[in-house]
């Protein structure tokens, strides 16, 4: 499996700040790589895409960079709907592994 | 609209089977893959396997060795979960998803989640 390794696994940040969250791949996955967002008791939600796409609807402030095996994740000014969990996902072989996670905290 | 409703959640003994489901509705069923993701409880996401309807195209993750089978009826744009042996360790929410608006073969569109519990 193409193991997908998250850091930091939580982070506390204040409102404002910038955020910066990486995934690195344990093989090159192109730009197979994708972004997700989680809240408490919600579902995930698609943030980006093949490593720098913002799917519709989702703010200018998240950002994505990378290729190969080592990816970011960035936000510029963290915003108050944006403290959740954000897990990365490689699809460019199965099975289709998510990272571990980083938790977003209040500082 | 896309939407994915999935089958409400489940309370089983160990040994149990279960069924579970995920209703696809707004766009035709046949032409994209589903995926279904397990997420045990205060953990992360776990990638269990995808079915392409139209082909019942079907990928595991060697991960989970068999314990489960995914399927899908085409006749009602539903997809399916379904384990006959349940064990304790299967207590989860399992997610439904499915990747037809967006390159790179994203999860664009997510079901609400199914709680399974399995107790004695």
């Known amino acids: 499996d193409n193991q997908m390794t998250q850091s930091p696994s939580s982070l506390s940040a204040s409102v404002g700040d910038r955020v910066t969250i990486t995934c690195r791949a344990s093989?090159?996955?192109?730009?197979?790589l994708n972004w997700y967002q989680q809240k408490p008791g919600k579902a995930p939600k698609l943030l980006i895409y093949?490593?720098?796409t913002l799917e519709n609807g989702v703010p200018s402030r998240f950002s994505g960079s990378g290729s190969g095996t080592d990816f970011t994740l960035t936000i510029s000014s963290l915003q108050p709907e944006d403290f959740a969990t954000y897990f990365c996902?490689?699809?460019?072989?199965?099975?289709?592994?998510f990272g571990q996670g980083t938790k977003v905290e209040v500082k | 609209e896309v939407q994915l409703v999935q089958s409400g959640a489940e309370v089983k003994k160990p040994g149990e089977s279960l069924k579970i489901s995920c209703k696809v509705s707004?766009?035709?069923?046949?032409?994209?893959?589903i995926g279904w993701v397990r997420q045990m409880p205060g953990k992360g996401l776990e990638w269990m396997g995808i079915?392409?309807?139209?082909?019942?195209?079907?990928r595991y993750s060697p991960s989970f060795q068999g314990h489960f089978t995914i399927s899908a009826d085409k006749s009602i744009n539903t997809a399916y979960l379904q384990w006959t042996s349940l064990r304790a360790s299967d207590t989860a929410m399992y997610y439904c998803?499915?990747?037809?608006?967006?390159?790179?073969?994203?999860?664009?569109?997510w079901g609400q989640g199914t709680m399974v519990t399995v107790s004695s």
């Open positions: 998803a499915t990747k037809g608006g967006v390159p790179y073969d994203a999860f664009d569109i």
């Open positions: 707004g766009y035709r069923f046949t032409n994209y893959w």
């Open positions: 079915i392409y309807p139209s082909e019942s195209d079907i």
């Open positions: 093989q090159n996955i192109g730009n197979y």
């Open positions: 093949g490593s720098s």
């Open positions: 996902q490689q699809s460019y072989r199965i099975p289709q592994t």
